[in-house]
């Protein structure tokens, strides 16, 4: 008897040991992921991880990595001042004035806006497309933007950049050097005693569009940024379409500005490229595009658009019906009011 009730006993347990197991090694029910929308007027976060920015690596390339975004981020800019060479234009809400300033050991030139008033004003910094050398003058492609933000009581400067106008001349290697002038030109802008104190805004158009998405993942003193018609932040892209454009005028391109080609270094413009960058961003921007555009395809605007929302930036991508790459008088009439409401939004209290 003894032993059948301890065999008893023994299965008992054996059973509930079973049961103990069985139920230790079921899975818990796990959430089910659902896939966000993204708007493009308030992005939702994106359902993917934000890849990380490449890893630089400087000892690969040692005389150019200064050029990559992460050595542009490695470094201080704005030494010195801003020079006032002269009066251009007095209109009756601002004084136009010729200015210079240093970058980098250069002397360069440009167009600065200063309304009536004591001030302080908010301000813009206004980067200008692609000019030929020979034809540039001081205010080209940014004059129409800057005297609307004067007019509305923004303190504005248009830089030539270096080989501009009054500039003085230097190689532009990667397109870097006009955006490390931008760079120099940020705090000396700041330090103006009608600035207001803080951040500033930002525009640029074609050429000057690249230039404005690179500063935005560099500098941390852009609020606000409108990026009008911008030429390829996809750096190959962009080397691709000057070798192109070099070509129809019977020329080739400068190799002073482009000592490795994309197929010699691959890597190293993967980390010239700010698309790859754009978490770094921390500025509102706007882009704009005309469906006309004879220069700028779509895709390089929507490009730049989808990395900023992939990094859950702050970004908006207008589409202006039938307006080329420079919109004319009725496309001007409606991105301007929008342009001068997206800064004050921005930056006037």
């Given amino acids: 008897m003894c032993k059948l009730m301890r065999s008893g006993v023994i299965g008992i347990l054996v059973v509930l040991l079973l049961a103990a197991c069985s139920r230790s090694t079921t899975a818990e029910p796990r959430p089910v992921a659902t896939e966000a929308t993204a708007v493009a007027v308030a992005p939702e976060p994106s359902p ?14 040692p005389d150019l990595a200064q050029y990559t975004i992460e050595g542009l981020r490695s470094r201080t800019y ?15 809400n601002f004084t136009r004035y010729l200015f210079a300033y240093p970058s980098d050991g250069l002397r360069i ?8 008033g004591v001030g302080p004003f908010p301000v813009v910094i206004l980067n200008h497309g692609y000019y030929p050398l020979d034809v540039y003058r001081t205010g080209n492609g940014t004059q129409l ?80 940024a409108l990026i009008y018609a911008p030429a390829s932040s996809n750096i190959v892209q962009d080397y691709q379409f000057r ?20 197929e010699e270094a691959p890597d190293l413009y993967e980390r010239l490229s700010p698309l790859n960058y754009a978490a770094y961003a921390t500025g509102k921007v706007k882009i704009i595009w005309g469906t006309n555009d004879e220069i700028v ?3 390089w605007a929507e490009d730049l658009y989808t990395a900023w929302l992939a990094a859950e930036q702050d970004v908006i991508f207008d589409v202006y019906a039938g307006q080329p790459h420079s919109f004319d008088a009725y ?3 409606l991105y301007l009011p929008d342009m001068l409401a997206f800064f004050q939004a921005a930056l006037v209290p």
């Fill in 297 to 299: 395809p779509r895709h």
């Fill in 78 to 92: 704005g030494t010195g001042a801003i020079e006032i060479i002269g009066v251009m234009e007095e209109t009756a």
């Fill in 331 to 333: 496309g001007n009439s």
């Fill in 109 to 116: 030139t440009g167009m600065l806006n200063v309304p009536r």
């Fill in 145 to 224: 933007a800057a005297d609307y933000l004067a007019n509305a009581g923004f303190l504005t400067l248009s830089p030539d950049y270096r080989s501009h106008a009054g500039s003085d001349p230097a190689p532009n290697v990667y397109r870097a050097g006009h955006v490390i002038d931008t760079l120099n030109l940020i705090p000396l802008a700041q330090q103006l005693p009608q600035a207001q104190p803080g951040t500033i805004a930002m525009w640029g158009h074609s050429n000057g569009g690249a230039i404005t998405a690179k500063v935005m993942v560099i500098s941390d003193q852009v609020a606000a």
């Fill in 243 to 262: 070798v192109e454009r070099a070509a129809m005028r019977g020329a080739t391109i400068d190799r002073t500005d482009w000592p490795l080609l994309p």
């Fill in 48 to 61: 993917e991880p934000t890849p990380e920015p490449p890893t630089a690596t400087p000892e690969q390339y």
